[in-house]
C-alpha cells in the first residue's frame, strides 16, 4: 500500500499506470510492477541524468545471491556512484534517505549521511526527527541508535531523550539499545538525579528485568558507589523481590554482584535468608549456586577453632559440595557440564 500510495503521486504517467494493473494483476504483480515504476519515476528524472549508475557485478552477487527489488537495485547503485564520487548535495542526501530507508542496517549508508549534513550545515534537531521516525520501524536497529548517538553528541544538547528512550522501553522494557543509549546520556551529561527510581520503577514493572537489574548497578557504581549503607540498602531490595520471585535470575545476579567484593560469607544475613529459603523447600539453581560459593567463601577465610585440622576441614566441605553439585546437576540441567566441572574440581 505504501507503494501504490507513492506512485500514485507521482506526476507523471507511472501514477495511471498504477490504477490501471490494479484492475487486471493480482497483488504481487502490482507491488512488482509498481516497484520498478517508482525507481523509474526517480532515477529517470533530470536531477540523476548525469549520474552513471554502478550495480553489482555478477561476481559481487554471485557468491551469496541475495533478492531484492528493482528500487533496492536501482538506489544502490546510484548511492554507488555518489559516495565512490564523495559527492556533497542535496541529491545525495536524499539518496542517502531513500537506503537507509531501504535497509537501515547498512553503517555505510549513514557515515555518508553524517558527512553530507554536517558539509551542508544541516539542522541536526530535524535528523533526530527522522531517526525517531526510523526507530519506531527498526527499535532495535543498531545504527539507528549509534547515529543518534552521535548527533546528539555533535549538538551537545539530551533535551528530549531521557523521554524518547522512556517511550521506547515502555513498548519494550528489554530494548538493549535504548537501555544502553540511556546510559551513555546519563553518564555522558551528567543526569543521574532521578535514575535510581526509575530503576526502581522499571524492575517493579518487570522485576525480570536483566536490564533494568544491570541500570540500577550501573547508576550506584557511577555515584555513591556501594559503601555500606547502600549495599545493605541495596541487599534488603534485591531479598525482598527474590522472596516474590525465588527463580528470578536477574535478582539473584544482581545479589551477586553487590556482594562480590566483600564475599558472600561476609554478609550473614543474606545466607541466613538462603539457608531459610532452603529450608523451606524454596530451592532454585541460583539459590544453590549462591550458597556454593558462600560456603566456598568462608572455607577460605574461616580460622575458626573447629576447622583448624585441615583434614577435617577439607573433608567437611568436599562433602557439602559435592551435595550441592548433585543437586545442581538434576535441578539445572542445562548448565549440568557446567556443574559436573565444579564436581570434578571439588573432587581434584
Known amino acids: 500500500l505504501t507503494e501504490l500510495r507513492d506512485i500514485t503521486m507521482c506526476p507523471n504517467i507511472c501514477g495511471i499506470a498504477c490504477f490501471v494493473v490494479l484492475l487486471i494483476l493480482s497483488p504481487i504483480d502490482i507491488i512488482f ?12 528524472s533530470s536531477e540523476f541524468k548525469d549520474v552513471q549508475p554502478i550495480y553489482l557485478s555478477e561476481e559481487e552477487s554471485g557468491v551469496i545471491n541475495i533478492s531484492c527489488s528493482k528500487k533496492f537495485e536501482d538506489v544502490y547503485a546510484y548511492f554507488r556512484a555518489l559516495f565512490n564520487k564523495q559527492e556533497i548535495s542535496e541529491r545525495a542526501l536524499k539518496l542517502t534517505e ?44 543498531y545504527q539507528i541508535w549509534h547515529h543518534r548517538r552521535l548527533l546528539i553528541e555533535i549538538l551537545n544538547d539530551p533535551t528530549g531523550e531521557l523521554e524518547f528512550t522512556q517511550s521506547m522501553l515502555q513498548e519494550d522494557y528489554k530494548n538493549y539499545h535504548a537501555w544502553q543509549h540511556r546510559q551513555w546520556l546519563i553518564s555522558h551529561f551528567k543526569l543521574w538525579d532521578n ?36 549495599t545493605e540498602r541495596e541487599i534488603q531490595m534485591t531479598l525482598e523481590n527474590i522472596k516474590k520471585l525465588p527463580h528470578n535470575e536477574s535478582a539473584w545476579n544482581y545479589l551477586n554482584g553487590i556482594v562480590e567484593d566483600r564475599g558472600p560469607s561476609s554478609f550473614e544475613n543474606v545466607v541466613n535468608f538462603c539457608e531459610y529459603l532452603l529450608s523451606q523447600k524454596q530451592t532454585s539453581p541460583q539459590l544453590l ?60
Open 33 to 44: 510492477i509498481c516497484t520498478m515504476a517508482e525507481s523509474l519515476c526517480v532515477f529517470n
Open 98 to 141: 531513500e537506503a537507509a530507508n531501504l535497509n537501515p542496517a547498512n553503517y555505510t549508508v549513514w557515515y555518508y549521511r553524517r558527512k553530507i549534513l554536517k558539509e551542508l550545515n544541516k539542522d541536526l534537531k530535524k535528523e533526530v526527527e527522522f531517526c525517531s521516525r526510523m526507530t519506531d520501524e527498526s527499535p532495535k536497529n
Open 195 to 230: 535514575e535510581l527510581v526509575y530503576s526502581e520503577e522499571m524492575i517493579k514493572k518487570d522485576a525480570r528485568n536483566n536490564s533494568a537489574w544491570n541500570y540500577r548497578y550501573f547508576v550506584i557504581n557511577s555515584t555513591t558507589g556501594f559503601d555500606a549503607q547502600v
Open 289 to 348: 549456586a549462591f550458597l556454593y560459593t558462600a560456603y566456598l567463601d568462608k572455607f577460605q577465610k574461616t580460622e575458626d577453632e573447629n576447622f583448624k585440622n585441615k583434614a577435617i576441614k577439607a573433608t567437611f566441605v568436599v562433602i557439602i559440595y559435592l551435595q550441592m553439585c548433585d543437586m545442581l546437576l538434576d535441578m539445572d540441567p542445562m548448565r549440568r557440564h557446567f556443574w559436573q566441572q565444579y564436581k570434578s574440581n571439588v573432587k581434584a
